[in-house]
């Protein structure tokens, strides 16, 4: 994986190419923000996500390595989602402010599917996931955002 730096004819974007073992060249993916958190790989290397800064998060979207196209569901959280040992989910936790109010959430993304499914949301708490086991457990850090 490949960042070149912002192009003033693309308005400061940068470009994300990806270059397999093997090949000739590098291959176009998309137009990234030069606040691109980084790239994470999926366990079996079939997706990518490339996650962006968005305010005080972040703003994910999942590549298909073979035919380089993205999935339409846009992934929002509060920092870089976390991959299933499967390969076929992320979980990631997400701010909401209703009426004022902070609204955490841990969510979970199926690829494929057009939306997220809350695990739970909490009010004031926010959820930073950290790992995903073997045996599905999701391990997160649970903040208090009163504080």
């Known amino acids: 994986m490949s960042i070149f730096t912002g192009r003033p004819e693309k308005n400061g974007m940068d470009e994300a190419y990806y270059w397999k073992v093997g090949e000739d060249k590098a291959k176009f993916i998309r137009d990234v923000s030069p606040t691109t958190h980084g790239f994470?790989?999926?366990?079996?290397?079939?997706?990518?996500?490339?996650?962006?800064?968005?305010?005080?998060?972040?703003?994910?979207?999942?590549?298909?390595?073979?035919?380089?196209?993205?999935?339409?569901?846009?992934?929002?959280?509060?920092?870089?989602?976390?991959?299933s040992t499967d390969s076929r989910f992320v979980a990631y936790g997400f701010e909401n402010h209703d009426y004022g109010e902070s609204w955490g959430s841990l969510e979970v993304y199926e690829l494929g599917q057009t939306q997220a499914e809350y695990i739970w949301k909490g009010m004031n708490y926010l959820y930073k996931v950290d790992s995903w086991d073997e045996a599905g457990n999701i391990g997160y850090t649970e903040i208090n955002d009163k504080n």
Do not use: H, M
């Not at 996650?51 to 994910?60: H, N, Q, V």
């Not at 979207?61 to 989602?81: G, Y």
């Open 40 to 83: 994470t790989w999926s366990p079996n290397s079939q997706y990518f996500l490339i996650t962006e800064k968005l305010g005080d998060g972040a703003i994910s979207r999942i590549v298909n390595v073979d035919f380089l196209t993205e999935e339409a569901f846009k992934i929002k959280s509060i920092s870089t989602p976390v991959w």
